[in-house]
């Protein structure tokens, strides 16, 4: 099967959020790790091999989450590790209605008591609501959890999640933080913050594609993801994919070092945002002004269409996504400017674009230039209609 190569450097890639591209580093790992022969199970040379570059990479992972080595377990990615901490039989369960649909999906289906946070006009959710919520269920004695974002995978806005854990902590409830947007972007400190559970995922700091890793605190009671051996601890058993885990430690150790250059990142969204709306100066931008990622951009104008929009860009060079990129391709309307009470006629226009550790000036400066062109075309269609 012939697999197309690297993207091209006449295009402008800004879906940084639903992936990144693979780093060099992880693929030079990933290359190197094809070669080593024994299984990680097996007490030969060759199986202690292949379990010294797995740790080598749930080390790096660690640091990255600021978390302790032995807190890190690796998944599939981290639909499966958020679905794996529903499993859990909890009495009950509250989410924010922006958390992405592997937290939504897997709470309903997990839990009969499921209580949807609010989020206020700004984004984030709202914890006067939670700390209500809370107080009304009594003492949950680690049997409540409650889910939440670090950061918001369409939006970019940053969560009060500092606060969401400590009101958890006074009415006994666990926490669960979705930090795979931030990881690489923020600095994340997993022992410091006091949550139970951390999601992570490889494929967006620029590492392989199906592997992930899920945070467990020491004390937090978690059921075996998978039996049958003894694997990760005998959390979830099945030979381990070396190759990944290891692009997923080398992208790990590029992402933590890259943390300073958000600054850079800023820079290039805040020219993006302005080119945007220089061209197009009735663009709506979701998130200014209040604490968002660096590297995110959501914009839109009233009575477009983002799905059509997105298209349009494609054709003219620019890869960008209708929200999150989560549903086999297909673009709706978002959930998350729904539950921030986005007008209909603005919300299904948004298109976003993100940024990462790849991105150039060429880029912002191609997007800005097929918008435009994009906009031009649905300015006409608009007065013939």
């Known amino acids: 099967m012939e697999i197309p190569s690297v993207m091209s450097s006449s295009r402008a890639y800004l879906d940084y959020n639903a992936t990144a591209p693979l780093r060099p580093e992880a693929r030079a790992a990933m290359l190197a790790a094809l070669d080593l022969t024994g ?50 039989p909890w009495r009950r369960i509250v989410v924010s209605a922006i958390e992405h649909p592997c937290v939504l999906e897997a709470a309903r289906r997990s839990c009969a008591d499921v209580d949807v946070l609010a989020v206020k006009p ?59 947007q931030t990881a690489g972007r923020i600095a994340l400190n997993f022992d410091a913050r006091g949550a139970d559970f951390m999601l992570l995922s ?31 601890k005998g959390r979830r058993a099945g030979t381990e994919n070396v190759e990944a885990i290891v692009g997923f430690g080398a992208a790990a150790a590029a992402a933590r070092r890259d943390l300073d250059r958000a600054g850079e990142i800023e820079t290039l969204r805040d020219a993006l ?26 914009a ?14 494609d054709l003219n060079g620019v890869a960008a996504s209708a929200g999150a990129a989560c549903s086999s391709g297909t673009t709706k309307r978002s959930a998350v400017l729904d539950a921030m009470g986005v007008d209909d006629d603005v919300a299904q226009g948004m298109v976003r674009f993100s940024l990462g550790w790849a991105s150039r000036e060429e880029d912002v400066a191609a997007c800005v230039s097929a918008w435009q062109r994009v906009n031009k075309v649905r300015g006409r269609e608009r007065q013939v209609a």
């Not at 902590?169 to 979705?178: K, N, P």
């Not at 700091?205 to 039996?227: F, N, Q, T, Y």
């Not at 302005?274 to 061209?279: C, E, F, K, M, Q």
């Open 39 to 88: 299984n990680a199970s097996s007490v030969h040379t060759e199986g202690r091999r292949a379990r010294a570059v797995i740790e080598a990479g749930r080390a790096e992972v660690a640091a990255l989450a600021g978390a302790r080595v032995s807190d890190v377990v690796f998944t599939s990615g981290a639909t499966e590790a958020a679905n794996w901490v529903m499993t859990r």
């Open 122 to 180: 700004d984004g984030a959710a709202d914890v006067d609501e939670l700390a209500r919520l809370l107080a009304g269920y009594g003492n949950g004695d680690g049997e409540i959890l409650v889910a939440v974002q670090h950061a918001n995978n369409e939006t970019g806005i940053v969560q009060p999640v500092a606060d969401v854990v400590a009101i958890a902590r006074d009415y006994g409830a666990r926490v669960l933080i979705d930090a795979v």
């Open 202 to 232: 490889s494929h967006k700091i620029g590492g392989p594609k199906g592997v992930g890793a899920l945070v467990v605190s020491e004390d937090a009671r978690l059921p075996a993801m998978i039996v049958g051996g003894g694997q990760e």
């Open 273 to 298: 945002e302005a080119g945007l709306a220089r061209v197009t100066p009735d663009v709506r931008i979701i998130g200014q002004g209040v604490s968002r990622l660096a590297n995110t951009c959501l």
């Open 300 to 313: 839109g104008l009233a009575g477009g269409k983002a799905e059509t929009i997105v298209i349009a860009l």
